[in-house]
DNA sequence: ACGCTTTCTTGACAGGGTCAAGAGAAGTCG
DNA sequence: CGACTTCTCTTGACCCTGTCAAGAAAGCGT
């Protein structure tokens, strides 16, 4: 038996109680070495380009059972296919591109968020708040260097507050 | 509505650049009528019991010539389709039930939110911020009396920080 | 009323994801 | 160590939401 510092994966999903796969070693891997929020498309290519052939039905089964664990976030924005991330348990939001969909991590940087708690939550039973960024990421700000052009569907612009 | 000049909805229109027809009229009339955020399809089965018969395709269509033109908002919940709000132009967030999707407004109680300012923006041009609560509506509250279990995909949950 | 333009209808199509059944491994126990 | 049980993976069909395109129909300015 290897030292238990040579790689943690496997020890990770058992302690999630989850069998050890090829699959999901390699899900895993990927997860933790993308800090892109790849999409499962992507996270499907990444792990065929370790372990061969993986079915993409398996990835999804994957995704599902990791983010059902807490191994992973899943994150949906807008118009995006869904995207994951194994950074979880800590307090971050994200940001991402209007143009290419890339998405970046934001850290909170208030330690009280007095925005996150709202006083009238029409009786629902609020567990969680979610905020997510919209805007250009550096490779688009460069890109498009025309009017900004569809302001249409914006909640609210920050500064008009 | 024989009422004379008592229905404004013409002229929003006109005043957006949008042509005034039976579709759009109704469109409108319904989101203005609906608290609830609803959803392509429910619009286009509310606005089919005022006048007749639409295509779905209109549906979109008027959606997205309202949206372009700030009429309406759009929002798109994870694991939901678009839903939709005449309620544009303040600063108001949205709270989605995690068992039967119904959304609900939530002021924004505080004047500034410290948390909307990232100051590591990645490199990014933020020109929106987006926070949506996620949780159980009443009524999906008194039906889910068992444990809510499902709290794998949870971001962080409200008090962890 | 006329004609130009926008909008609606119809139908095909696509991306992303789910569902279901069976084959194949992982872990467990004798 | 080997059989057994259970969880995973593969395969393939399918669904939902939404988009694209072409032509018919209606709105609006003159």
Do not use: K
């Amino acid at each position: 038996m290897p030292t238990a510092s040579a790689d943690p994966r496997p020890e990770r999903l058992r302690v999630a109680g989850l069998r050890v796969t090829a699959p999901r070693l390699a899900v895993l891997d990927v997860l933790d070495g993308s800090p892109e929020h790849p999409t499962s498309e992507q996270i499907a290519t990444a792990v065929r380009a370790r372990i061969g052939s993986v079915s993409t039905q398996a990835v999804y089964g994957v995704l599902d059972a990791f983010a059902a664990a807490g191994l992973v976030r899943r994150i949906e924005p807008a118009g995006s296919p869904a995207r994951y991330e194994s950074r979880v348990g800590d307090n971050h939001h994200h940001i991402v591109c209007r143009t290419c969909g890339a998405t970046a991590d934001v850290a909170c940087v208030v330690g009280a968020a007095p925005c996150l708690d709202p006083s009238d939550a029409a009786g629902f039973a609020i567990d969680q708040a979610e905020i997510t960024f919209w805007g250009l990421c550096p490779t688009c700000r460069g890109r498009t260097t025309a009017a900004p052009s569809g302001q249409g569907d914006a909640p609210w612009p920050i500064g008009d507050r």
